[in-house]
């Protein structure tokens, strides 16, 4: 499959404001996006992914009638349409408001007003979402590399599974929180953990003690994402633990890539 570029782009833009979506538009096309979509409603936006698709949506967070998190759902939740990547644009700061969206695999979260430079690693990275490309390891054939996916919410497991599928990783575990991956762990052998930091009956912090100190586990790497602050007392003391290598929220496909390459060549 031949890949894209940005300029292959077919962009469902999302933006209730005349004024924003002018900005966002002329934005778009300085980044030499040839091809925008533009619409003011969720229901404008799921007719227009209806009717012929897209390779990316950029969308606002608020509209007269819902929210950007239902139009995601709705996108994510789709047969058709689940692979395509989500960028949010948005003034919202509040950091609940902004995990819901984190937790869903976005693409990418812009704030407005934002630079040209966000805009352009925000393209990039949902290009690298659309264009599959092969991880190549010295140790291991890469579609041979058991990973444990551990993470409470379905929609996350789904978008990670997505960015690694797209490096050549097929033999993916999922575990809904650190209580059910411990009982596959004591059955099956992995090469790979990645989990979530918060969830339900034992986190990842937790599940990374019992791996690093089991003599049996020991050895597997660990990538722990979250969307935590990465200097918050939460996290403060989660190297203690372990863990190879932090990945923040939105699972960015170029800073796995360079994980992965580290951790599996080790």
Request: charge should be negative.
């Amino acid at each position: 499959m031949e890949k894209l570029s940005i300029s292959d782009l077919h962009i469902v833009l999302v933006e209730p404001s005349d004024t924003q979506r002018k900005i966002i538009t002329t934005l778009l096309l300085k980044e030499k996006v040839k091809e925008i979509d533009p619409v003011s409603t969720l229901a404008e936006a799921r007719a227009a992914v209806k009717s012929h698709g897209a390779d990316l949506v950029v969308s606002a967070m608020y509209f007269e009638d819902g929210t950007a998190l239902e139009l995601l759902k709705f996108i994510k939740e789709s047969d058709e349409h689940s692979a395509t990547p989500f960028m949010l644009v948005s003034s919202e700061n509040r950091l609940s408001k902004l995990e819901e969206f984190k937790q869903a695999g976005v693409a990418a979260i812009l704030p407005k007003p934002f630079e040209p430079l966000h805009l352009s690693r925000a393209l990039n990275a949902s290009l690298d979402l659309i264009n599959h490309d092969e991880l190549e390891l010295e140790l291991f054939d890469v579609q041979e590399v058991r990973v444990l996916l551990v993470d409470d919410s379905k929609l996350a497991r789904n978008h990670i599974r997505r960015v690694l599928e797209g490096m050549g990783l097929k033999k993916i575990r999922e575990a809904e929180n650190g209580a059910m991956a411990l009982t596959f762990i004591k059955d099956e052998q992995f090469d790979l953990v990645v989990t979530d930091y918060n969830m339900p009956e034992m986190d990842g912090r937790e599940l990374s003690e019992f791996i690093r100190f089991n003599p049996d586990t020991t050895h597997i790497p660990i990538i722990m994402v979250t969307s935590e602050a990465a200097d918050s007392a939460h996290m403060a003391n989660i190297q203690q633990t372990g863990v190879n290598a932090l990945c923040d929220k939105p699972f960015e496909p170029t800073e796995v890539r360079a994980m992965l390459a580290a951790l599996l060549s080790e």
